[in-house]
Each structure stands twice: as structure tokens, then as C-alpha cells.
């Protein structure tokens, strides 16, 4: 069963994805590999603390951040948006030329 988030959203732009959560996330540990392994998401040396595949941080208000950079291991942006919506995570194409224009 896929799981169901109701306060997650994601921003896909032209350098990755970011995704917004209040308080901690509704995934388990499991299903976060499982997402980050259908985006194809892998270590990058600098962006990422060490063997991490993605970065997080935390506001002062408590608002989480994720982001997932795209390299060319990574799936595409459309391919993207399409597993974040299986995912029922909701999406916004920020890009400057969103497909489909």
C-alpha cells in the first residue's frame, strides 16, 4: 500500500526536488529508501553529509526541508513528478519551463 501524505509537498525545479514537511516526517525509515531508491537518488560528495542521498535541515519554526538533487543517475524531472504523485505527495513544477509549455 502506498502510503498517504497530507503535509508533504514537493517543488520540482531545474536543479532538484524539495520536499516540505511540519514536524517530523510520516515516513518510516523504510519508506524514505524506498522513495529515494524510485528517484534513483545516490551519495553525491559535497552535497550530501557522508553516504546520505539527500540534505535536510530544520527551521527555528520547525518546518523540514529535504532536497534531492538531480544528476544523471538520477530519474528525470518528469519522471519525478510522476513517482511523487504515486506517492501522494503533492507537487509544484517551479521550473521556468515546466513540460508541457
Known amino acids: 500500500m502506498t502510503p498517504i501524505f497530507r503535509k508533504m509537498s514537493a517543488h520540482v525545479n531545474e536543479r ?5 514537511f511540519n514536524g517530523p516526517s510520516n ?3 523504510d519508506e524514505w529508501e524506498r522513495l529515494l ?3 534513483r537518488s545516490h551519495y553525491i560528495p559535497s552535497f550530501y553529509q557522508y553516504e546520505k ?3 535536510v535541515d530544520v527551521s527555528a519554526e ?5 532536497v534531492i538533487y538531480f544528476t ?8 519525478a513528478i510522476a513517482i ?4 501522494n505527495i503533492e507537487v509544484f513544477d517551479v521550473r521556468e519551463k515546466p513540460a508541457g509549455l
Open 16 to 20: 532538484g526536488i524539495v520536499l516540505r
Open 27 to 29: 515516513l518510516s525509515h
Open 37 to 39: 531508491d524510485d528517484l
Open 53 to 55: 542521498r539527500l540534505h
Open 62 to 66: 520547525g518546518q523540514m526541508r529535504a
Open 72 to 79: 544523471p543517475q538520477t530519474v528525470s524531472m518528469d519522471e
Open 84 to 87: 511523487l504523485k504515486k506517492w
